[in-house]
């Protein structure tokens, strides 16, 4: 196997890897072919319950270009709750009634939005269709309402300098139409408590990475194969250690220091917890059932998006996933509540046989989300086994149980 050029002396990731070639090996012996990257952290408590944090890398490099699909959505969510407590309007948080307006070319209008369960839109619902079964228009709208010079800005204050966010999904959002975002008004039993103007954001954050040319074609306009690399210069950018640290900070905030610590109120965090680690079909609004969804339907790492997967009634895996041009991802804060068991794994690997983007023709389930799951498990395995002075205790986390 060839070793990763960010191994660690002792890294259990390697011993993971390469004590099961059976199910690592035919990726993992071309890392670079499927661009596997792998951060895994292990959670040490202190006789206080404090949590003391130890992490490991495979073939991490932040100077590799890869598409961070809808892993985006999960810091644009927390900028849109922190936005609605730095306003600081009575009557206005994630549940008021919102219609969306438009002030620029191909923007779209929102009047209702029916997966509620008053019909009303809300960045309440927004969010949870985000978490839930990752909704590209629930996306669009939460980067409307927090806007994106202010999501940037916010990626900036963190210290989350290998990652922009400058595009809506899955809508062709185009160099310029990224930078206008829509007008929405908020109302407190129909009466207007606020309005967020129609904004736009002239700057570039330009961020120099490697790889942004890829593959030998792509599919354009009337699904015609366009025989040049796709160029991903203007996507998103979220980077491996800014999505892992990202988690890190959402579930042990008092473990940073205040500058780094995102400003939430504990009922924000609780409701974060709460659809992070909901299964779609537990759902009631908005309703997620069989046959198109699942518990495990935005589970990757350990279930691998497996419709046939039992699901562990111990275990409660909170995340975010991506995938999309072929790349899968996911990051993971997992929860053994019987056997004491938690840490946190983020992985991204890419599948793309024909080298054609654009075209769908990925192999997601034949190499990616397997690739996913038997990390997760075999992470999984090595902390049911590794010893620990102090268990934690997560009395903190039964709600999600």
């Given amino acids: 196997m060839i070793k990763p050029a960010f191994c660690q002396k002792n890294n259990p990731l390697d011993d993971v890897l390469e004590k099961n070639p059976n199910l690592f090996g035919a990726i993992l012996n071309h890392p670079q072919k499927n661009e ?48 609605l407590n730095e306003l600081n309007i009575e009557n206005l948080d994630m549940n008021t ?21 008053n019909g009303e839109a809300s960045i309440a619902n927004y969010i949870k269709k985000i978490l839930l079964v990752s909704d590209n228009d629930a996306f669009n709208r939460i980067y409307e309402f927090t806007d994106r010079a202010t999501i940037n800005k916010k990626l900036k204050k963190y210290g989350f300098k290998n990652s922009r966010i400058i595009n809506r999904l899955s809508v062709g959002d185009n160099a310029e139409s990224s930078k206008h975002t ?89 409701f974060l917890y709460t659809y992070m680690s909901k299964y779609p079909t537990e ?32 275990i409660r895996i909170f995340n975010k996933v991506g995938d999309a041009y072929g790349y899968s991802l996911d990051n993971i804060y997992l929860i053994d509540y019987e056997n004491k068991v938690e840490f946190i794994l983020s992985a ?11 075209d769908n023709k990925y192999e997601y389930e034949s190499v990616c989300f397997p690739f996913m799951k038997n990390l997760g498990q075999k992470i999984y395995d090595l902390e049911l086994k590794r010893d620990k002075k102090y268990l934690p205790n997560f009395n903190f986390m039964l709600n999600y149980k």
């Fill in 36 to 83: 596997v990257q792998i951060l895994y952290t292990q959670i040490n408590r202190d006789k206080n319950n404090k949590a003391h944090f130890k992490t490991y890398s495979f073939n991490l490099n932040n100077q590799h270009y890869f598409y961070p699909a809808s892993t985006v959505k999960l810091p644009a969510s927390v900028f849109a709750l922190e936005k």
């Fill in 97 to 117: 009634v919102l219609k969306i307006d438009s002030a620029y070319h191909n923007q779209t209008k929102v009047d209702k939005d029916l997966t509620s369960k």
């Fill in 182 to 270: 829509n007008p929405i008004n908020f109302y407190n039993n129909n009466k207007l408590i606020y309005t967020k103007p129609a904004e736009f954001d002239a700057h570039e954050y330009p961020i120099k990475l490697n790889n942004l040319l890829r593959g030998k074609g792509y599919l354009g306009a009337h699904d015609k194969v366009i025989n040049e690399p796709f160029d991903f210069t203007g996507k998103n950018v979220f980077q491996l250690t800014d999505q892992h640290e990202f988690i890190k900070r959402l579930f042990f905030p008092s473990s940073f220091p205040k500058n780094k610590q995102f400003n939430l109120k504990p009922k924000d965090y609780d």
């Fill in 283 to 314: 759902n009631d609004f908005p309703k997620y059932a069989k046959p198109n969804y699942y518990p495990a339907y935005c589970k990757f790492l350990f279930y691998g998006a497996d419709e046939s997967m039992e699901i562990n009634p111990n």
């Fill in 348 to 358: 991204v690997i890419q599948s793309n046989k024909n080298e054609i983007y654009n």
